[in-house]
């Protein structure tokens, strides 16, 4: 599988960046309570921490609404996933266990201000292209509505879309069958590489940590 940034992204966002993690022959199951307990108590923290401040205060969530803003899409109607989960935390409206893999992702969206995707490798076909979407890009997401994509960075494959930082669809879900998985993580332009694979490595090892398998890092660029 080969991913690929495609120009006119790179045009508009020069030190675009995306985190790839590839995960093989691993076992997606329910969160034991460690780490339930571990994404509890990172959401009870931030919601003490966001009496005192706004969401589009902090850095991370920021930058990802700049981001949203150079390719043409309004962030104060169409907000970015970390952002969304933000803003739930913030009403106390905290984020329900689903499965070891999207929990984790969870927390690390919480954690880094990014949004994060994981999807199942195994629905996907051909290779995989970050681009701007159109106005002929749409799909069911996981908010069960559907969603058109214009103006939105989006990942897509020989299918056509299948994530984006904003909503991802339900046709590549990671559930208790997925046994190969691909992780996007939408970095942040402004961090360095140096950052960026320790932070990817960081993720892996806890991913393995609950799910076995093996994993595969890279970094694509502009």
């Known amino acids: 599988m ?3 940034i495609e120009d006119p992204l790179c ?11 590839e995960y ?12 339930r307990g571990r994404l509890q108590y990172f959401q009870e ?6 009496d005192s401040q706004a969401v589009t205060e902090l850095e991370g ?26 803003r739930r935390i913030k009403k106390q409206s905290y984020l329900p266990t689903v499965n070891t893999a999207i929990d984790i992702n969870n927390l690390y969206s919480l954690q880094c201000q990014i949004p994060i995707g994981i999807y199942d490798a195994d629905k996907l076909s051909g290779n995989i292209s970050i681009r701007v979407g159109t106005s002929g ?32 669809s339900a046709r590549t879900a990671v559930t208790s069958s997925t ?9 942040r332009p402004s961090m360095d590489m140096e950052e960026a694979l320790k932070l990817l490595n960081g993720m892996s090892k806890l991913f393995f ?9 890279s970094i694509s660029g502009c």
């Open 2 to 4: 080969e991913i690929h």
């Open 11 to 21: 045009r508009i966002i020069p030190k675009f960046k995306a985190g790839i993690i």
């Open 24 to 35: 093989k022959d691993i076992v997606v199951g329910e969160s034991p309570q460690m780490l």
């Open 45 to 50: 923290s931030l919601f003490l921490d966001l």
């Open 61 to 86: 969530i920021m930058e990802w609404r700049s981001l949203f803003k150079a390719t043409g899409k309004d962030p104060n109607r169409y907000r970015h996933s970390a952002e969304a989960l933000y």
């Open 137 to 168: 890009d749409s799909y069911d997401g996981l908010n069960g509505r559907s969603n058109s994509l214009e103006n939105i960075i989006i990942s897509s494959d020989d299918n056509g879309a299948f994530g984006s930082p904003f909503v991802d």
């Open 179 to 187: 046994q190969n998985a691909l992780q996007i993580v939408y970095l």
């Open 209 to 217: 940590q609950f799910h076995g398998g093996e994993s595969k890092i």
